[in-house]
C-alpha cells in the first residue's frame, strides 16, 4: 500500500494526558500537512511542512500541540495536556505538487 | 483571506441521474486552484478534481467534471450517472500559492461540505 498511512486509527484518553499521532507520507512526497477535522465541518489546516522544515503554523496550533517531521519523512503530532476540546478526527496529507493525498485520520476522543 | 461557500447541506439524487452540488469561493488573488474532495463515512478523503484558475477547460475526470465560472467565483461539481457508492460528503477547497516565485505551500481553506445521497 503506497497510500498516506497514519498510526493509531482511534486513541481515548482522560483529559491531562498527553497523545502522539504519526503520519507516513507517501514516499516520494515532500510535503506533508496536519489538519483537524470536526464532526459536520470541513478539515481546518493546522500545520506544513516541506521536507524536515515547518513553514506554517495555523493560530489553532496552541502551545499545546507540537508536531516534527525529523528526517523529512514520518511526521508525529503531540498534544499535550489534552482537552475535551481537542476531541476531533486529525488528517495527515502529503504531497508532491498540487494535489493533496489524505490518509484515513486518527480519531481523538477526551474523556 | 479565502473563503469557500457550500449552501447545500444536503442533497438528494437518483440513481443514475446526474447532480450538481454548489461551491463559491472568495479570493483577491489571481492565482489559485481548487480542489474537490469526497469523504465517505470511513472518513478517508479522497481527492476527485482539480481545476487551476488560469485553465481555460473545465475539468473532467471520468464521471466527475467541474463548472468553473470565474466571474461568478463558482466551482460547481457535477457527477454524471450517480451510482450508490457516490454517497458520501463532499468538499470543495481552495489554495492559494504563497511563496518567492508563487510556490504553492499548500494550505487548503475547506468549505462545510455537502452530504449527497444516492437512492436506487
Known amino acids: 500500500d503506497t497510500g498516506v498511512s497514519q498510526n493509531p486509527r482511534h486513541k481515548i484518553t482522560k483529559r491531562g494526558q498527553n497523545v502522539t499521532f504519526r503520519c507516513d507520507p507517501i514516499s516520494e512526497h515532500n510535503r506533508l500537512y496536519w489538519y483537524r477535522q470536526t464532526l459536520g465541518q470541513g478539515p481546518e489546516f493546522l500545520t506544513y511542512?516541506?521536507?524536515?522544515?515547518?513553514?506554517?503554523k495555523s493560530r489553532l496550533l496552541s502551545d499545546r500541540f507540537s508536531a516534527e517531521r525529523p528526517k523529512g519523512s514520518f511526521s508525529t503530532l503531540e498534544i499535550q495536556r489534552t482537552e475535551q476540546g481537542d476531541s476531533a478526527m486529525y488528517l495527515c496529507?502529503?504531497?508532491?505538487?498540487?494535489?493533496?493525498?489524505f490518509g484515513s485520520g486518527t480519531q481523538l476522543s477526551v474523556l | 483571506a479565502q473563503k469557500i461557500t457550500q449552501t447545500q447541506p444536503g442533497m438528494f439524487v437518483q440513481e443514475k441521474e446526474a447532480v450538481t452540488l454548489d461551491c463559491t469561493y472568495d479570493?483577491?488573488?489571481?492565482?489559485?486552484?481548487l480542489f474537490w474532495y469526497k469523504q465517505p463515512s470511513s472518513g478517508e478523503m479522497i481527492f476527485l478534481i482539480y481545476?487551476?484558475?488560469?485553465?481555460?477547460q473545465n475539468a473532467t475526470e471520468g464521471r466527475y467534471s467541474l463548472n468553473f465560472q470565474k466571474a461568478r467565483k463558482s466551482a460547481n461539481l457535477v457527477i454524471s450517472a450517480s451510482q450508490l457508492g457516490d454517497s458520501a460528503m463532499y468538499f470543495c477547497?481552495?489554495?492559494?500559492?504563497?511563496?518567492?516565485?508563487?510556490?504553492?505551500?499548500?494550505?487548503?481553506?475547506f468549505g462545510q461540505g455537502t452530504i449527497l445521497t444516492v437512492h436506487p
Open positions: 496529507a502529503s504531497s508532491l505538487v498540487e494535489k493533496l493525498f
Open positions: 481545476q487551476g484558475s488560469y485553465d481555460e
Open positions: 479570493t483577491s488573488d489571481q492565482s489559485y486552484g
Open positions: 477547497a481552495m489554495r492559494v500559492p504563497r511563496g518567492a516565485g508563487g510556490t504553492s505551500y499548500g494550505k487548503l481553506t
Open positions: 511542512f516541506q521536507n524536515e522544515a515547518q513553514l506554517e
